[in-house]
T-cell receptor
């Protein structure tokens, strides 16, 4: 069964500081991996996705994530956090065909940004 | 429409009543998902439709929950004899389907409150 673990429930960083949100997954084949962001009262927006190829993927709003197969990880990073980045971040794993297309989400990491 | 549309946006119902939640996916998207997000929780998978295949109902929490998708487009999630623990935001997402470079697009959700 596929699963996602986001070990950090809540993270607080200062504006301008760097950020790394952890994501570990379990999947029986090459996974498709996603990071979504949910701002307060808003829907989920895709930040970035990994399907294949370069293991470092760039997303919107200055975010990037690195796929490490050996560690079953897909951590999200940003070099300098802005106050507007305060939100909940969800990592997800899925596949491309059949029942593997079910997208499984982690429990999320809530990011607080202090000024 | 341009995005995934869910209705109603808010629903307050009395315990024991039945409710129907509607999802209009993006035109042409063959995959449709329902998730539940309880306060402070992650996204709990409920059910997944892919084209004409039998839906993956493995996430439905009880037989009070059911969903259908008519004509491969609009989906309705029905909760019978609602309980207070059913209170949550119900999110619908659609996806182009099998293949590469397909991410899920989410609606704004239906906030269900059972009183």
């Amino acid at each position: 069964a596929q699963s996602v673990t986001q070990p950090d429930i809540h993270i607080t960083v200062s504006e301008g500081a760097s950020l790394e949100l952890r994501c570990n997954y379990s999947y029986g084949a090459t996974p498709y991996l996603f990071w979504y962001v949910q701002s307060p009262g808003q829907g989920l927006q895709l930040l970035l996705k990994y399907f294949s190829g370069d293991t470092l993927v760039q997303g919107i709003k200055g975010f990037e994530a690195e796929f490490k197969r050996s560690q079953s990880s897909f951590n999200l990073r940003k070099p300098s956090v802005h106050w507007s980045d305060a939100a909940e971040y969800f990592c997800a794993v899925g596949g491309s065909t059949g029942t593997a297309s079910k997208l499984t989400f982690g429990t999320g990491t809530r990011l607080q940004v202090t000024l | 429409g341009a995005g995934v549309s869910q209705s109603p946006s808010n629903k307050v119902t009395e315990k024991g009543k039945d409710v129907e939640l509607r999802c209009d996916p993006i035109s042409g998207h063959t995959a449709l998902y329902w998730y539940r997000q309880s306060l402070g929780q992650g996204l709990e998978f409920l059910i997944y439709f892919q084209g004409n295949s039998a839906p993956d109902k493995s996430g439905l929490p009880s037989d009070r929950f059911s969903a259908e998708r008519t004509g491969g487009s609009v989906s309705t999630l029905t909760i019978q004899r609602t309980q207070q623990e059913d209170s949550a935001v119900y999110l619908c997402a659609s996806r182009m389907g099998g293949g590469r470079n397909t991410e899920a697009f989410f609606g704004q959700g239906t906030r269900l409150t059972v009183v």
